[in-house]
């Protein structure tokens, strides 16, 4: 049977009563229920009461804008209606209905959502289309117009369908969905225009996916597009029975939770290549519902460890839909580890993990990074890695810089050209990043770097395009039985001399040993020695902080330990650095063909 039409889903959820998104009459009977008898449903209720009871401590909402964005103010209006819906429509509380009103009401009289930034106006959308389904029957007619009115003003009249293959997508074509299926009964034709170009457009962020790995990174944007895309999903379930069949031809779509899943190491920081956080908002709750469509309860493994400690920690709303936890909550909460203990995802950001245990917090994790720098927000660290052991990250990645920060300088921050200014946010470079660099000089910014190789416990990357002067550059990284790290690089040089620096970026203390040859690391009461073979270096430390840039951001806390080396023409080198614990043994080296 063919996907419904634009029309038919409308005329579906134009016969359904409000609230007709996710939170219906019947599903809050049914929470009510299982609250008296879930005891963690229960905690999670508390702690969104508390949220809501801050809430009207704080100003209501005012269009501040920050630089080229409204989007800070738009998110805290959509974190603010959705938690006093909620725990109003849960306990009765006529002042969180108040507040939400007024929340509404008073980004309605906004002069605009600022639609020169497309996010602003889609998660203002989001807010007030699900506030208007949820409270429509508390509020006065006189209020569900001003707040419709807005919602077409201020967000449909300013839409053009977004067929990025980002974030954006999800967010933006994802919002005007559930705007549509909100307002629907009021003029089920009129909101066709509107519904038919979002449906068709929006697949091209779920293709974005490939084989489940998330281009732009675990958290933030993978958090971010999959958080609106499962709204979006969820919101036409149960407003018109429907995926329209796209779970089904974008299968990466659901396989992006085990990605999400696996880009964790055992310290609870995430593998933040690129533009991506190695922190969290809190508890992902579309996890939850992942877990659900793929039928796999053993997704839910990180998200109820953090969802718990969001709770006792009294920060259970972090997460700016976190109602949703609450509506997605598994009931089997019977999760167990994965069996594998290796990732491998393709794409233009291809990464790989791997890790010793799900459930040893001092275990060793490694994660490796392949794919282009013309992904999306991606940076220069084709080759780079993170590395844990011992409950401590040793080799980490910088992460990104505040945007508006990079913005209000005077940087082109977007442009991902050879040469472009991007490139010299010391941030996105390959100088801050645990990569090879050649001559002092970037990497190509157009290259793509290819798993060749992906087994237990190693990866195998080629890097040869990254390098002009190189005629050969393979990269193998391997998390050795006893948990130490082996990093091992083969190269064959071009038709000229070259001055290679290898670094590996740490938070750890640093001291060189007496004679250079290996260096130790300390974090707490830990440390590890690092070593070398090959060619015979003299290991240095190299600054990360003060970046060279006035516009940079500091980096206090963190060093880079590495070598720099001539290497003559035509020459061939096997480089391998063994990151081990004092009383380990010196790694057996042997050529990657053999890994």
Not at 79 to 84: A, E, M
Not at 293 to 317: I, K, P, V
Not at 346 to 363: L, N
Request: hydrophobic content about 40%; some cysteine.
């Amino acid at each position: 049977m063919p996907a419904p039409t634009a029309a038919t889903i409308l005329e579906r959820a134009g016969e359904r009563p409000h609230p007709r998104l996710v939170f219906t009459a019947e599903r809050e009977a049914a929470l009510k229920q299982r609250l008296t008898t879930d005891p963690l449903a229960q905690d999670l209720v508390d702690g969104l009461r508390q949220g809501a009871e801050l809430i009207l401590t704080e100003t209501v909402c005012e269009r501040i804008q920050t630089g080229r964005r409204l989007l800070f103010v738009s998110r805290m209006v959509l974190k603010r209606v959705l938690l006093l819906a909620m725990v109003y429509r849960l306990e009765g509380d006529q002042r969180f209905l108040d507040r939400a009103r007024d929340e509404m009401l008073a980004a309605a009289a906004f002069s605009d959502w600022n639609p020169s930034h497309w996010l602003d106006v889609a998660e203002m959308s989001m807010a007030l289309a699900f506030g208007y389904d949820w409270l429509f029957h508390h509020l006065s007619a006189a209020d569900r117009a001003t707040i419709r009115q807005a919602l077409n003003t201020h967000g449909i009249n300013n839409y053009q369908p977004l067929r990025r293959t980002n974030n954006w997508n999800d967010v933006c074509n994802g919002s005007m969905i559930v705007t549509a299926l909100a307002l629907t009964e009021d003029d089920p034709g009129g909101f066709e225009p509107l519904l038919a170009p979002a449906l068709n457009a929006w697949p091209i962020a779920l293709n974005h996916y490939g084989d489940g790995t998330h281009p732009e990174g675990p958290s933030w944007y993978w958090g971010y597009a999959t958080m609106f895309s499962c709204l979006t999903f969820a919101a036409l379930d149960s407003a018109a029975d429907t995926d329209c069949d796209l779970l089904a031809a974008y299968p990466g779509f659901l396989r992006s939770a085990y990605y999400y899943l696996h880009m964790h190491g055992p310290t609870g920081l995430q593998f933040n290549y690129s533009d991506a956080g190695s922190g969290t908002a809190g508890a992902a709750p579309q996890q939850f519902w992942f877990a659900e469509r793929n039928n796999d309860s053993d997704l839910h493994l990180l998200e109820l460890a953090r969802l718990r400690s969001d709770l006792a920690a009294g920060t259970a709303c972090r997460n700016r839909i976190a109602p949703f936890a609450l509506l997605w909550l598994p009931e089997q909460r019977d999760a167990k580890p994965p069996q594998a203990l290796s990732y491998c995802g393709t794409g233009p950001a291809a990464v790989s993990t791997h890790r010793q245990s799900w459930t040893d917090p001092a275990s060793a994790f490694l994660g490796c990074k392949a794919g282009t720098p013309q992904a999306s927000h991606a940076h220069l660290d084709l080759g780079s890695f993170v590395y844990e052991r011992f409950g401590q990250r040793w080799a980490i990645d910088l992460g990104a810089q505040e945007y508006d920060s990079l913005e209000q300088a005077g940087v082109s921050l977007w442009d991902k050209k050879p040469g472009a200014q991007r490139w010299d946010v010391f941030r996105l470079g390959a100088a801050a990043h645990s990569v090879l660099m050649i001559n002092g000089a970037n990497p190509q910014v157009e290259a793509t770097a290819r798993f060749l190789r992906h087994g237990s416990g190693f990866s195998i990357i080629d890097l040869s395009e990254s390098y002009p002067e190189l005629t050969a550059a393979t990269r193998g990284l391997r998390l050795l039985a006893d948990g130490s790290l082996l990093i091992q690089d083969q190269i064959t040089v071009g038709t000229s001399d070259v001055t290679l620096r290898w670094a590996m970026t740490t938070p750890a203390d640093l001291r060189l040993a007496d004679d250079a040859h290996h260096a130790v690391l300390r974090l707490g009461q830990h440390s590890l020695q690092i070593h070398s073979a090959g060619p015979a270096v003299t290991w240095a430390v190299f600054a990360t902080n003060p970046p060279p840039q006035p516009y940079d951001v500091a980096n206090p806390g963190t060093a880079q330990i590495g070598f720099t080396t001539t290497l003559a023409a035509g020459s061939r080198h096997r480089l391998t650095v063994h990151l081990r614990a004092p009383s380990e043994a010196p790694a057996v080296i042997t050529d990657l063909d053999s890994w």
